[in-house]
T-cell receptor, first 114, second 111 residues
Framework: GAGVSQSPSNKVTEKGKDVELRCDPISGHTALYWYRQSLGQGLEFLIYFQGNSAPDKSGLPSDRFSAERTGGSVSTLTIQRTQQEDSAVYLC????????????FGPGTRLLVL | DAKTTQPTSMDCAEGRAANLPCNHSTISGNEYVYWYRQIHSQGPQYIIHGLKNNETNEMASLIITEDRKSSTLILPHATLRDTAVYYCIVRVALSGNQFYFGTGTSLTVIP
């Protein structure tokens, strides 16, 4: 596909369970970003990848959150022992590094922790 | 932290130009001004960006003041589908820095 895709589109889980969210960036985009957005709020930066490495993890809210990227492509955001406050839309964006840098966003994964 | 200040909300009549202001008084010489928008329940969408000169594309125009301390995004003929939250961001290109989205301006286009 031409755009960034994310899966699942919706996820309902019980408090305490682990979840994995997937992001497929645009082919050739070396940079990948994860954000989350709570209802009615702005975007909160979580983590940034350049290739497979994550030079900026400053936004991860706790050690329950982790992310990896393999092959410079697909990325997985894992939330362990989910809490109700983790409920949000998790957005992924990819970008081709260069002077004319623009992020392209996926549709997001809507996570609800009961 | 976002380095920009935007009004919380604005209204615009359908068919009229929507002018969305953004203050970025602490912008550095190598920081670009980016505009994105987010339509309800969708991911943000890139609109336009610029460094010093005014820019225009098929979606909008970006006017940057000579001192670069503020800018205006212009939607020349607003439609109902332009109702969205508009984010103004300043960022150094090639830096690997994140994009700080702030809270943006909620634009409502009125029929």
């Amino acid at each position: 596909g031409a755009g960034v895709s994310q899966s699942p589109s919706n996820k309902v889980t019980e408090k305490g369970k682990d979840v994995e969210l997937r992001c497929d960036p645009i082919s050739g985009h070396t940079a990948l970003y994860w954000y989350r957005q709570s209802l009615g709020q702005g975007l909160e930066f979580l983590i940034y990848f350049q290739g497979n490495s994550a030079p900026d993890k400053s936004g991860l809210p706790s050690d329950r959150f982790s992310a990896e990227r393999t092959g410079g492509s697909v990325s997985t955001l894992t939330i362990q022992r989910t809490q109700q406050e983790d409920s949000a839309v998790y957005l992924c964006a990819s970008m081709r590094a260069g002077v004319q840098e623009t992020q392209y966003f996926g549709p997001g994964t809507r996570l609800l922790v009961l | 932290d976002a380095k920009t200040t935007q009004p919380t909300s604005m209204d615009c009549a359908e068919g009229r130009a929507a002018n969305l202001p953004c203050n970025h008084s602490t912008i550095s010489g190598n920081e670009y001004v980016y505009w994105y928008r987010q339509i309800h329940s969708q991911g943000p969408q890139y609109i336009i960006h610029g460094l010093k000169n005014n820019e225009t594309n098929e979606m909008a125009s970006l006017i940057i003041t000579e001192d670069r301390k503020s800018s205006t995004l212009i939607l020349p003929h607003a439609t109902l589908r332009d109702t969205a939250v508009y984010y103004c961001i300043v960022r150094v290109a090639l830096s690997g820095n994140q994009f700080y989205f702030g809270t943006g301006t909620s634009l409502t286009v009125i029929p």
